[in-house]
Each structure stands twice: as structure tokens, then as C-alpha cells.
């Protein structure tokens, strides 16, 4: 198992070749929370096969990130 954390509450998780990607923001600055080290997850990070939305506030629900999901995610 491979778990790459890419800021706040988004991380991917690759185990037996399925990814997980949690909670995607892909953004530099979102209301009250800013990146203070590392770059904006590059566009691998929006390939997986399962996309797990942990809860509605719009830093985990973030549509525009939503948007850069590669074709064919499920959206949990």
C-alpha cells in the first residue's frame, strides 16, 4: 500500500493497483486555508478509480476540483 498525502485532506491511496484520492482541492488558497509548503498536486493526482468525498463543507466538496477528475471516476 502507497499513500501519498497532497495537502489538507486530500491524499491518494494505491493498493493491489486501485487508487483512492480523498477529499481532492487542488488549489493553491481556498478561504482560510492556503498551501504553506509544496506545489498544487500535479494532474496525476486527479486519476483514480474511486473519489471519496468525506463530508459537504467546500474546502472537502471543492467543485472545481471535482472538475479536474479524470473520465471514469466514481465519485463516493
Do not use: N
Request: glycine share 6%.
Amino acid at each position: 500500500m502507497e499513500v501519498t498525502w497532497w495537502g489538507h485532506a486530500t491524499c491518494t491511496i494505491e493498493d493491489s493497483g486501485v487508487r483512492v484520492l480523498t477529499d481532492p482541492l487542488f488549489v493553491r488558497r481556498f478561504a482560510h486555508l492556503r498551501r504553506r509548503r509544496g506545489e498544487v498536486p500535479p494532474p496525476r493526482a486527479a486519476v483514480a478509480e474511486v473519489v471519496l468525498v468525506s463530508h459537504l463543507h467546500s474546502d472537502h466538496l471543492h467543485l472545481p476540483s471535482l472538475a479536474r477528475l479524470a473520465p471514469g471516476s466514481r465519485l463516493i
